[in-house]
């Protein structure tokens, strides 16, 4: 039985885990590490330091399935709308553009729900806190080392983390790129930017009509969410919450400021935008580095294959393109590599 790492609990790695699963059953043993204190990446629901609050999406707001994609990855879409991971939305979203043939979607339970999914499918030994720091080879084996604990032996090794933390990473694989590897990696460009999310108490009733808001007029916030009501999930009992996403350039601006410095720049903006908002319980910002990709690896097939006996293989929407089908065509690209190799 070959025992397989992918490192990174996100939407590729999930997924990937979960078809591994499903199409080589008993032949694999599948261990998922992600550095951070639970699964979802890009797709992180971040929940309230108070229960009587509603969780919020600090990352990916809505997956939007173009009519295309709908047919490509009608088994994706089917399964996770049969299961109700996955349910239309339908709240109203100030300057959404609509292209002809595509369908929104939104995750009554957050978007990390959706990852969830797929690593429970995986049946995946799944370690948070386990942050790879080097990869090398030992004959037919990959020795992968981590920041705090022992060093652990595999036969594949599958890497979705953004494309600058796997260069980062030390030991063997930065001689097993070839140069045009090296070259396309180097070329991969992220956008940058904050985050920020606001639970309020029970009693809140939110002004405004819209569920989520793209604006269009503000140096700094370029889309509010008021998360519950674009979830369909206003319920008795439980506080509204309100997600902000900076622009881009604002992004890039304060990139290397400390959060809690850009913390009350945000909120001055927002307050701006929303002059009556009610005070909130509790506030968490977070800077996405590796927001979304601006710029791929070129004409990728959705994966980077390193080393093909012990296996090593990159994956990801940096592979693709950024955003939920270019991450379900890298898992698919990898489990092909996967199915060959192993």
Sequence with gaps: MSRVLIVGAGLTGSLCACLLRREMKNKVHIVVWDKARGSGGRMSTSRPPDPS???????????????????????????LLSSGVLQPLNSLVEGLKHRDGS??????????????????QSEADLFFEHHVTGLYRRGALWEVQRKAGDSEMFDAVVLTMPVPQ????????????????????????????????????????????????????????CYIAADSRKRNADAPGRGPSLVVHTSVPFGLEHLEKDKDDVQPVILQELHKLIPDLP?????????????????????????MTVLVRPLLVCGGDAFSHSNFDGCVESALSVLNVLKTSL
């Excluded at 369908?103 to 429970?120: E, I, N, Q």
């Excluded at 030991?171 to 070259?183: A, F, I, P, R």
């Excluded at 956008?191 to 405004?208: E, I, Q, Y």
């Design 103 to 120: 369908r929104d979607y939104m995750t009554p339970l957050g978007m990390c729900s959706v990852v969830k999914h797929f690593l429970s």
């Design 53 to 79: 609050s509603h969780s919020a999406d600090l990352g990916a707001q809505y997956i939007t399935a173009t009519a295309a994609y709908a047919q490509s990855h009608h088994s994706v879409y089917s399964e």
């Design 279 to 303: 005070q909130p319980i509790s506030i968490k910002c977070h800077k996405w580095r590796y927001s979304q990709v601006v710029t791929a690896v070129p004409d990728c097939p959705g994966q």
């Design 166 to 221: 796997i260069l980062q990473l030390q030991g063997d694989l930065g001689q097993l790129l070839s140069l045009q590897q090296k070259q396309q990696l180097d070329g991969v460009v992220y956008s940058s930017r904050f985050a920020v999310a606001l639970f309020f108490p029970p009693d809140v009733v939110f002004s405004f009509p819209w569920a989520a808001r793209y604006v269009t007029d503000n140096p700094c916030i």
